[in-house]
């Protein structure tokens, strides 16, 4: 009778443990493994173009996805400096309205003169503001957009005049600046809405996105369980086709043995 300790249940059992190595392999590179690549292995040119079209379609959500999150920033950022130059040009409005008085002292028109003047400064700043290469304020700039599903959502430079052209020096002029400043703060109202509106239409197709990339990403996982389920299946197949062959090549290997001590 052979004992545990024979040759013969030690070759047995590196023959049986390699075949639950080869399975543990298996099993580790299927969970991990890309159902594209594991179609192409198989030879089954179907399921690995329709599962390369997906992943590229989800690829490009998450492109699309950001670009409008892009978008937000950008309009977030138009809103908060047009809000600024609203606080700045209703000030001058404050000015252009006392430098209009004609019984105001030449000293004290020169000292509003002067803070006009400073605003004007901080408009023409502000109007340089950019986000990633694209000027916010500036008119006749380029604009930023994306084309999102079948909708194409822009945002235009929020322009604003730096009134430049205009100031309070005298009495006709802050006049003039006034009417204009009026002007100017109707048109700031007109953009920030406009923003409002573009904002919303971002936030749709973001939603939109979302709903679209939850389902597509939970079809993709669900194929990549089925290709990850048929490679384990596979695996389960050839452990027991290797420990069959082991066990197979032990019983010859002990009735050679037997044999031999008959003999």
Do not use: C, W
């Not at 590179?29 to 399921?47: H, P, V």
């Not at 006009?116 to 000027?135: I, R, W």
Request: aromatic content about 6%; cysteine-free.
């Amino acid at each position: 009778m052979l004992s545990p300790n024979s040759p013969i249940y030690s070759n047995l059992s590196h023959a049986t443990g390699k075949a639950l190595l080869d399975l543990q392999r298996s099993t580790s590179k299927a969970l991990k493994i890309q159902s594209t690549e594991f179609a192409i292995s198989e030879g089954n040119s179907g399921d690995a173009s329709y599962s390369a079209r997906l992943s590229s379609l989800s690829d490009h959500r998450k492109v699309e996805s950001d670009n409008l999150q892009n978008l937000i920033s950008f309009g977030q950022m138009q809103d908060a400096g047009l809000e600024k130059a609203f606080s700045i040009i209703d000030r001058m409005g404050s000015i252009a309205g006392t430098a209009s008085n004609s019984l105001i002292s030449t000293s004290e028109r020169s000292i509003l003169n002067s803070e006009f003047e400073s605003l004007k400064q901080h408009l023409t700043e502000l109007q340089d503001t950019q986000f990633q290469g694209y000027n916010l304020f500036k008119p006749g700039v380029k604009s930023l957009s994306i084309v999102s599903g079948d909708q194409k959502i822009t945002f235009e430079p929020a322009s604003f005049d730096n009134l430049s052209g205009f100031s309070v020096s005298s009495e006709s002029n802050a006049s003039l600046s006034g009417a204009k400043i009026l002007d100017e703060l109707d048109t700031i109202v007109d953009k920030r809405a406009n923003i409002g509106s573009v904002t919303n239409q971002i936030l749709m197709s973001t939603d939109r996105l979302d709903s679209y990339f939850v389902a597509e990403q939970a079809h993709l996982a669900r194929k990549e369980r089925d290709y990850a389920s048929t490679s384990i299946d596979l695996a389960k197949k050839s452990l027991h086709t290797k420990a069959n062959t082991a066990l197979l090549v032990q019983a010859q290997g002990i009735n050679q043995s037997l044999i031999a001590k008959l003999l």
